[in-house]
């Protein structure tokens, strides 16, 4: 009866676990899952518009842009956060061109370019979408039916809009109670200059009329078979 006992001790050569570590890990894989599933926006217009899906290995990330931070590569590179209904975005703007140039890679053979266009106030004259001097589109308020256009230069636009009237919001929100149409625009390049220079512009918008723009999103494939151009 001579020995101390040893209450609550652990036997010996036993591992042990952590568990508070274990979670910080296990949560930090998910939100590295989330970012991931977040930037691989889909923006091929052959396999449908929206979704999401995991960049292959043949697939780069260009851009990713929500605006939440900075407006880096466009000019002029205007932000806000105070448009009734929407999140950060670039803009607004009313009759300002508003431009943004990519670097592609010699081995990217399809290039694919998307974003949401916010059409804000009542428009009497349209958005002009261009790539490379290619004019792709003239886009209003009112249309709002899917369209697809061959633009040549090897250039494919995609556009579909939805019309929509934010909730009231305080008073000293400015736009609250404007209603605004979202356009969800999708372009792609088949074999794209090494140098791609997209431009937006209003055309007699009409008094009180603004766009702002977000979600960009640049995905370049490389085809297996390409050797570089």
């Known amino acids: 009866m001579g020995q101390n006992a040893r209450i609550g001790s652990r036997p010996r050569g036993l591992i042990t676990i952590d568990w508070v570590l274990a979670c910080v890990a296990m949560l930090s894989i998910f939100l590295a899952a989330g970012v991931l ?16 899906r995991i960049l292959s290995d043949s697939d780069t990330l260009l851009a ?4 939440e931070f900075e407006a880096e590569g466009w000019r002029p590179d205007l932000t806000t956060t105070e448009i ?28 694919y370019i998307a974003f949401d266009l916010h059409l804000l106030g009542a428009w009497d004259g349209a958005l002009a979408i261009a790539a490379n001097e290619t004019a792709l589109a003239a886009v209003t308020p009112s249309d709002l039916a899917e369209t697809t256009a061959d633009r040549g230069e090897g250039f494919t636009i995609l556009t579909r809009g939805e019309a929509i009237t934010p909730q009231p919001g305080e008073a000293e929100l400015p736009g609250r109670d404007a209603s605004f149409v979202t356009l969800s625009v999708r372009i792609q390049a088949q074999d794209p200059d090494t140098n791609i220079a997209l431009r937006l512009s209003a055309s007699d918008a009409g008094e009180g009329a603004s766009w702002a723009l977000d979600n960009f999103t640049v995905i370049g494939f490389a085809s297996e078979l390409n050797g570089g151009r």
């Open 37 to 52: 599933i977040r930037t691989s926006v889909e923006t091929d217009p052959t396999r449908g518009v929206g979704g999401v």
């Open 64 to 67: 990713f842009q929500d605006f």
């Open 84 to 111: 009734a209904g929407l999140g950060p975005v670039l803009g607004p703007f009313t009759d300002d061109a508003v431009t943004r140039s990519l670097s592609v890679a010699d081995d990217i053979t399809d290039l």
